[in-house]
């Protein structure tokens, strides 16, 4: 394995009742942010469960670091931290939050006491504060707080900002940017908040009913996926292979999208065609056009 890889999945598959993941071939790199994006029950949790050693496998390797990860890998277990929306500390005999903090810090040899107590102040925790009656979002703010102070070398987030406010979304985003400041750090984090995908990401992975559609560089993927605006649609252009959609709307309504605009400028340009206008594809058209072209 490439040292600079920090999590290398093959063929990795799971069943969990009706609903199938994988098999799935991924390679995540050291220093990266990685963006996993797909609509609810495309198979997001588990694959994060999967590497975070929640789920076995039924076939397959999940690799942090350049080793299998087990329950009984300490080094692994050292350098991850996870948060989720669904975080939970039930199991645990705690009550109230300092007792969580007093539990975690004797597990990780870099816990940051005064990291973790200046973002709960900044996040309105407080120590006594008791962990069953925390509402949703004061839990994700708890569980990010933690993920943070163990400063860890991979960061791991399911869906971990989703419905935060505004002002708390903004602190920690500051702080993931901080982080990620630090050399050797990397964050994988599942998200469907426009705003952090295009504020924080290196890469986006599209997931869709438990299959990778691909992974992109962001800036790239935005660059190329446009929608043309046009006179008119040439005929040559339903043979062109980056085009993945054309809709005849009558005099300068013509809409033509495509996965590559430098090319589909130049072939427009070549023909003579006039572009009335140019648009940039948000994600989640984009995502909708992967999986049309995919599984048509």
């Known amino acids: 394995m490439d040292n600079h890889h920090v999590v290398k999945l093959t063929g990795l ?4 009742d009706d609903f ?50 087990t329950e009984a890998n300490l080094m692994i277990r050292q350098r991850t931290a996870f948060a989720s929306v669904r975080q939970l500390w039930d199991d645990y005999d705690l009550n109230r939050i300092d007792e969580l903090v007093a539990f975690t810090s004797k597990w990780y ?11 709960a102040s900044e996040l309105g925790l407080e120590k006594r504060q008791k962990l069953r009656k925390l509402s949703t979002g004061m839990r994700q703010r708890l569980a990010i707080a933690v993920a943070l102070a163990i400063k860890p070398d ?12 505004f002002r708390t979304s903004r602190l920690i985003h500051d702080e993931l940017v901080k982080f990620m400041d630090q050399q050797g750090k ?11 995908i295009r504020q924080l990401a ?39 292979p980056e085009v ?32 009335t206008n140019l648009q940039a594809l948000d994600l989640q058209e984009i995502l909708i056009y992967l999986v049309e072209k995919k599984f048509k």
């Open 244 to 275: 993945v959609d054309m809709d005849h709307q009558g005099s300068k309504l013509n809409r033509l999208v495509t996965s590559d605009a430098r090319v589909t400028e130049n072939r427009l340009a070549e023909l003579g065609v006039k572009t």
């Open 202 to 240: 290196d890469y986006i992975v599209f997931i869709h009913q438990g299959r990778i559609l691909g992974t992109f560089e962001k800036d790239v993927l935005l660059g190329d996926w446009k929608a043309f605006w046009l006179d008119q649609i040439p005929s040559e252009a339903k043979d062109w």
């Open 186 to 196: 990397t964050i994988i984090f599942a998200t469907h908040i426009l705003d952090d």
């Open 20 to 69: 199938e993941l994988g098999p799935i071939d991924l390679e995540f790199e050291e220093g990266m942010v990685y963006a996993v994006v797909g609509e609810n029950g495309s198979g997001k949790s588990t694959l994060f469960s999967l590497m975070m050693n929640g789920y076995k496998p039924d076939a397959g390797t999940v690799e942090l670091f350049g080793q299998p990860y």
């Open 13 to 16: 598959q799971k069943r969990l």
């Open 109 to 119: 040899a870099n816990w940051d006491d005064s990291l973790f107590w200046g973002l």
């Open 154 to 165: 991979l960061l791991l987030l399911d869906e971990a900002t989703n419905g935060l406010d």
